[in-house]
């Protein structure tokens, strides 16, 4: 393990990687970067007579685990709930005879030492949990795998430990780590944590919420992408690595952070209130999710429902593509939890700075695009790979019936586009019927507005579907022509421009015309800077990360229909954004003094 944080920085351009917010919080700090543990080991038979003995090797190394186990429960004995229970659950698991009597079998069987009998254990054990077909069983797999893990450490002498020399307070990255890791964590020498693995509700990052150490995991590439002594920001709120950050940026998030922390007692307050103006106006505040993990947050902030569930993320990381059934699996699943509130699944968004090519090795089309914004993405995507579109369809179709599910379509910029798109819908619903598949044949259909196109032909659009979904993180990058994932360009990408204001509202007009509902799903719907405006451009949905919700309910349940109206009406009047912004931040001034008085963000 490299520790060495004094050498010489080689600063490279700042740059922004995406993951899942782990657990809130920002810091600020230097990076080690931990490899993954060595997996090699010896193997050997054993010579005769010898496997009692080597019988008592390995439970001599249980018994290590489970004090080793025993002791860090101690530490956290009568607080902490949740990490207790976890660490029980390892207590209980490290003595089961799934892994203990089928090890000792093989010690005796076999005549192997004790690292190969626990490996060969693994494995069978693994195989039982494969056929498993629940995906929360099934991925408890990991528990019984870091179980095993202790215990050959005791036998190999091996292991990791934190914060293992650290000179000053660090932010560790890994492929990994298990619970336990994360409470060792828990020292004022770690700031937060950054993983290649892991979900929202892994028992990893149940435990830093619990200890209250930021955290983003599921950050591909992470170990690569950094060395121990860069320098990094990690944003546990949003999800968000920023490698290199200038000092501006760091300043920034910190103050974000700060401000973050101030409001979040408050903030619970408001979880379990109506979202509504003081004079009664409703509108829907929904979640925004990548990961059916994120479920509980999505139930836990009081969501009205998912307005955008990120299905392109069910694709990566895996060996192979999804079946049918395991897609039907995570939507139906989703649907029923959430009944009667709408659940808005997207059909899948690849391409773009989603790498078509971390989908799973399976022939698909994957161009080297010079101008991948621009490219195959999206709904191009998956009309040109049309098995795989078909797949989801039947999937999402599938689902429909357990509750309230509405089909969102990306990128969709022209009506040719959004009729192609319907006439393979179409063909998989005679498909189903006449297969005898139950499904609801009403299913909303709606597309995301998110390509100028789209907004300038929104009436003839909105005559074909049930409702839009508003994308403003591509809407602007296509609208004021700023690629979203450049930094050099970054400070122009401009949620405020009038021109992306005027393109909101215009969409908004031309579906109710039609009388069809308009949400909106980009970033700017989660901040509370951008979000009053919004409010009062007359949206019937705001959809944004579950944390974002109470923030936005509370600008919601402190203001009027007519003030937010008025307000909206003034910032689409302006001819720049210096205008809309100054505007803006002399609204929130005089509304919410105690959040914005001092506010510089703007
Ligand atoms: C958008 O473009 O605003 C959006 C919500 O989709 P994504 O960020 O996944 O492109
Ligand atoms: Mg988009």
New binding site residues.
Partial sequence: MDTALDKPLELGEPETLHGISGSPGIVVGKVVVFSPLAEGFIRYRLEEGAASKEEQRFLAAVAQAEQSLISLRQQFEGDLADTVAIVDSHIRMVRDRMIVEQSLNLIRQKQINAEWALDLSLRLIKKKFDHIADDYIRSRFADVEYVAQLVAEQLTGQGRSFPAGFAEPVIVVGEDFSPEDTIRMHTDKVLGFLTEKGGATSHTAIVARSLGLPAVVGVADITQLCRTGDTVILDGYNGRVCLHPTMDQQQLHLEYDRQHRAFSDEMSWYIHLASETVDGLRMRLSANIEIPDELESVIYYGANGIGLFRSEFGYFQRRQLPSEEDLFTVYRDMVAALSPQPVTIRTL?VGGDKLAAHLPNSGLHFARERNPALGLR?IRFSLREQDLFITQLRALLRASGHGRLRILL??ISSLNELRQTRAVIDKVMEQLTQEGIPFNAETEIGI?I?VPSAVVMADTLAAEVDFFSI?T??LIQYALAIDRGNEYVASMYDPLHPAVLRMISQTIEAGHRQGIEVSLC?EMAGDVFTAPVLLGLGLDELSMRPSAIPHVKRLLRHSTFGRLTALAKQLLGCGDSSETKALLKQYLADNYPDQFADNERA
């Fill in positions: 968004d999206s990306p990128l995301m998110e994308g993180n591509d980009g």
